[in-house]
T-cell receptor, first 116, second 110 residues
Framework: DTGVSQDPRHKITKRGQNVTFRCDPISEHNRLYWYRQTLGQGPEFLTYFQNEAQLEKSRLLSDRFSAERPKGSFSTLEIQRTEQGDSAMYLC??????????????FGEGSRLTVL | TQLLEQSPQFLSIQEGENLTVYCNSSSVFSSLQWYRQEPGEGPVLLVTVVTGGEVKKLKRLTFQFGDARKDSSLHITAAQPGDTGLYLCAGATTGNQFYFGTGTSLTVIP
């Protein structure tokens, strides 16, 4: 199975520490999305890549958040100086639709962050 | 900020009952998708609707896209315990962004 994989699945950290999450999309997918989700709520859009280019970044993404997709394959999401409000599930999704906007998003299982 | 509001937020029903979930927005979307998410997993696509007024059926699930492409509904007939989960609508923009709704948590009691 070559679905979307995320690592780590769980991360517990102390406030003020930096954390990094990795997402490996489905290999032929050129679009990659990061979302943040709290319990029982819908995912909130954070950022979106097409190949290696970061095309959109939500206003939710403060200066402490940065995402990269250096070779258009895997992506990393780093949170610096974590705060308790950053505790959430961070979801990665990929899509391959070459044009238009009806492509299916394939999600990983998420990386759950707990900031103490 | 969620661009799409879903109602109800929580729904608990008996097996065999019917239900409808609504997804509303003031924004126009190029297409709208419905996903279902189970605990500990990522959302999984159920359907995509593209044309205003479009109706799609998937077994006991009926999806409708509003004429103005701002809202959608999901109707489940004769709900089963296996339908339990978090139902999410997602609106797609021309810029290939997908904005998710606030979610509806459905519990079907045997």
């Amino acid at each position: 199975d070559t679905g979307v994989s995320q690592d780590p699945r769980h991360k517990i950290t102390k406030r003020g520490q930096n954390v990094t999450f990795r997402c490996d999309p489905i290999s032929e997918h050129n679009r990659l999305y990061w979302y943040r989700q709290t319990l029982g709520q819908g995912p909130e859009f954070l950022t979106y890549f097409q190949n290696e280019a970061q095309l959109e970044k939500s206003r939710l993404l403060s200066d402490r958040f940065s995402a990269e997709r250096p070779k258009g394959s895997f992506s990393t999401l780093e949170i610096q100086r974590t705060e308790q409000g950053d505790s959430a599930m961070y979801l990665c999704a990929s899509s391959s639709r070459p044009g238009g906007n009806t492509g299916e998003l394939f999600f990983g299982e998420g990386s759950r962050l707990t900031v103490l | 900020t969620q661009l799409l509001e879903q109602s109800p937020q929580f729904l608990s029903i008996q097996e065999g009952e019917n239900l409808t979930v609504y997804c509303n927005s003031s924004s126009v979307f190029s297409s709208l998708q419905w996903y279902r998410q189970e605990p500990g997993e990522g959302p999984v696509l159920l359907v995509t609707v593209v044309t205003g007024g479009e109706v799609k059926k998937l077994k006991r699930l009926t999806f409708q896209f509003g004429d103005a492409r701002k809202d959608s509904s999901l109707h489940i007939t004769a709900a089963q315990p296996g339908d339990t989960g978090l139902y999410l609508c997602a609106g797609a923009t021309t810029g290939n962004q997908f904005y998710f709704g606030t979610g509806t948590s459905l519990t079907v009691i045997p």
